[in-house]
Antibody, heavy 114, light 112 residues
Framework: EVQLVESGGGLVQPGRSLKLSCAAS????????MAWVRQAPTKGLEWVAY????????YYRDSVKGRFTISRDNAKSTLYLQMDSLRSEDTATYYC???????WGQGVMVTVSS | DVVMTQTPVSLPVSLGGQASISCRSSQSLVHSNGNTYLHWYLQKPGQSPQLLIYRVSNRFSGVPDRFSGSGSGTDFTLKISRVEPEDLGDYYC?????????FGAGTKLELK
């Protein structure tokens, strides 16, 4: 059974950091590009970051460039999102996903507030 | 960035009826490799999004044939025939031809 399980979310003050993890199982993780997608409360989906299968290529939405870093460890079948200099507008549920390959995690909530 | 204009915002339907959702992109979604990376997702209340259609018209595993996707270039449509209660929720289109990838704003399919 395919599973993507996110962890690492929580309440954090503006300007602080948080690192999300996404543990994959049930498929060959290293064969899939991965992405993070977020959804602010009552809002639509917003694509955040992408990483290629080997990790050599990464892309970000403009609003997180320079603050967020996507990475992966194929040996551990795990995806990461390092989030620095967090802002209130980063408050959202964060999903890891294989995108058009169809697999999504259950999401993890990140709340940025003082 | 590619802007995805999704309409309508809200779509009241009757069970057993038909629904049609449009997604238009601000530039062509034809990739240099000839593929068109336009996908459709459904998000049911309290759940993660689920893939329905990938690359314009391909149904994902387990998706009933009541769902169909069509279109080309910048103009795409998702059609749902014989709407069932489990089809209700928020529908999103996503383009993954150009970075940054972008979603449409969503269409809420609800009962009339």
């Amino acid at each position: 059974e395919v599973q993507l399980v996110e962890s690492g979310g929580g309440l954090v003050q503006p300007g602080r950091s948080l690192k999300l993890s996404c543990a994959a199982s049930g498929f060959t993780f290293s064969n899939y590009y991965m992405a993070w997608v977020r959804q602010a409360p009552t809002k639509g989906l917003e694509w955040v970051a992408y990483i290629s299968t080997g990790g050599g290529s990464t892309y970000y939405r403009d609003s997180v460039k320079g603050r967020f870093t996507i990475s992966r460890d194929n040996a551990k079948s795990t995806l990461y999102l390092q989030m620095d200099s967090l802002r209130s507008e980063d408050t959202a549920t964060y999903y890891c996903t294989t995108g058009a390959s169809g697999y999504w995690g259950q999401g993890v909530m990140v709340t940025v507030s003082s | 960035d590619v802007v995805m204009t999704q309409t309508p915002v809200s779509l009241p339907v009757s069970l057993g009826g038909q629904a049609s959702i449009s997604c238009r992109s601000s530039q062509s979604l034809v990739h240099s490799n000839g593929n068109t990376y336009l996908h459709w997702y459904l998000q049911k209340p309290g759940q993660s999004p689920q893939l329905l259609i990938y690359r314009v018209s391909n149904r994902f595993s387990g998706v009933p044939d009541r769902f169909s996707g069509s279109g080309s270039g910048t103009d795409f449509t998702l059609k749902i025939s014989r709407v069932e209660p489990e089809d209700l929720g928020d529908y999103y289109c996503l383009q993954s031809t150009h970075f940054p990838y972008t979603f449409g704003a969503g269409t809420k399919l609800e009962l009339k």
